[in-house]
């Protein structure tokens, strides 16, 4: 019955965190999908080079723990520039810009991070596709400092 009742709320909190961040929902969820496929190329490579330990793997979980708290902070900064703007009598149409961009330059990072992952296991990668990343990693940042 308790596990019942976890699953319930959880799957109720779920829910309204999507219905609150609608347009987040999506961004998040492939951040969340791309960070455990890193995780997984990351154990992966780690087994083929015999460089596999668990203090490494914690770190890791705390690091991808670390990069939804960054989202986290710009959900915050989105929230607390609406509030402002709104106090200012000021009209925004556009939510969770800061949020977007931190979730959209994370995922180009994880995907940069699977592609070496997968690399050094050995699978030949397309050249375009490391530079497209890159370029993606690049024209984000671009994006971040206006």
């Not at 455990?36 to 890791?60: E, F, H, N, Q």
């Not at 723990?65 to 989202?71: C, K, T």
């Not at 810009?97 to 994880?110: H, K, Q, R, S």
């Amino acid at each position: 019955m308790q596990a019942t009742t976890f699953r319930a709320v959880l799957a109720s909190a779920a829910a309204a965190v999507a219905a609150c961040f609608s347009q987040l929902a999506v961004p998040v969820a492939v951040l969340l999908l791309v960070m455990l496929v890193d995780y997984g190329t990351g154990i992966a490579k780690a087994v083929v080079t015999k460089t596999l330990c668990s203090r490494v793997g914690i770190s890791g979980i705390l690091k991808k723990i670390a990069n939804l708290a960054v989202v986290a902070v710009g959900l915050v900064t989105d929230y607390v520039i609406a509030e402002a703007a709104q106090t200012l009598g000021v009209d925004m149409t556009v939510r969770f810009a800061v949020g977007l961009l931190v979730t959209f330059w994370l995922i180009v990072n994880e995907l940069i991070s699977i592609l070496e992952n997968v690399s050094e296991l050995g699978v030949p990668l397309p050249t375009f596709l490391q530079k497209l990343a890159e370029r993606l990693k690049i024209t984000l940042e671009k994006k971040g400092d206006k």
